[in-house]
């Protein structure tokens, strides 16, 4: 729950995560943007309730994070969509963790207790009560970071497959297929490799092939990171701790 400055409106939300499988739909587009049938869409193919009202993608309403209304009998509240829409959209662009762009979070509207005068629940007051409640809901609801992988394409002859497998161990590679061209000498291996191991590794190929290897990368998927971000002994709670040292923010996460 947040309040707004002036204390006369309170808003309520809870943060669950996403289904994986519905984050690589909507990012698909195999989800419609129409968010009346985003609703009807959702309750059949992921058995939503049909009273769970879809308000917004985020960010730039075409994320994989969703806002959804579950209030009953509020008074006003359409006044208010759209500040708090205003809202979401910003706290998806700027996650809480990092300053990030956020994935897979759906923020539930439980409630909302308005003045009855519009000029004291206008955007100046609700806009960033619920942009502080949707960060609290995103550090409550134990949030990971995620990391993009890529799929790389190596190709190189046979007598300098050691170096290239050499290389991927020491970048968390993983080798997904092997393949001979047929015709030549030539193996394509197919690995997935973090993008924040992919710097330098067409440099450190060709050093361990002998300059024989030709690498190409190109983005597959996001893998939740395992670990708790709160932890600052953990490595994904050095990981925040350095990256919001690098954009200038307190290091110690916020509070809830």
């Not at 006369?8 to 995560?17: D, M, V």
């Not at 910003?90 to 809480?96: C, D, F, I, N, R």
């Not at 619920?130 to 799929?151: G, K, N």
Request: hydrophobic share 35%; glycine share 6%.
């Amino acid at each position: 729950m947040r309040s707004s400055a002036n204390g006369h409106n309170r808003i309520y939300a809870r943060s669950l995560p996403l289904d994986t499988r519905l984050c690589d739909d909507i990012e698909a587009d195999r989800v419609t943007r129409d968010l009346a049938a985003t609703t009807r869409q959702l309750a059949e193919m992921y058995e939503w309730d049909n009273n769970d009202k879809v308000w917004a993608f985020g960010p730039v309403s075409q994320g994989a994070n969703l806002l959804v209304d579950m209030t009953r009998g509020v008074c006003n509240l359409n006044e208010v969509r759209d500040s708090l829409v205003s809202a979401w959209q910003l706290s998806t662009k700027e996650g809480a963790l990092c300053r990030e762009s956020t994935r897979g979070i759906r923020c539930d509207l439980t409630d909302l207790m308005l003045h009855a005068d519009a000029i004291h629940r206008g955007g100046g007051q609700t806009i960033p009560a619920a942009r502080r409640l949707y960060y609290s809901c995103q550090l409550s609801a134990t949030p990971r970071l995620q990391e993009p992988i890529l799929q790389a394409y190596i190709m190189a002859p046979e007598p300098n497959l050691e170096g290239v497998y050499v290389v991927l161990s020491r970048r968390q590679g993983v080798v997904v297929e092997e393949s001979l061209r047929p015709g030549t000498n030539l193996y394509c291996v197919k690995a997935f490799v973090p993008m924040l191991e992919t710097s330098g590794l067409a440099a450190d190929l060709r050093i361990s092939t002998h300059g024989s290897a030709q690498v190409q990368c190109v983005f597959d998927h996001w893998e939740t990171c395992e670990g708790d971000v709160f932890d600052v002994n953990s490595c994904q709670g050095k990981r925040v701790r350095e990256i919001r040292r690098r954009k200038g923010l307190c290091e110690d996460l916020p509070h809830s």
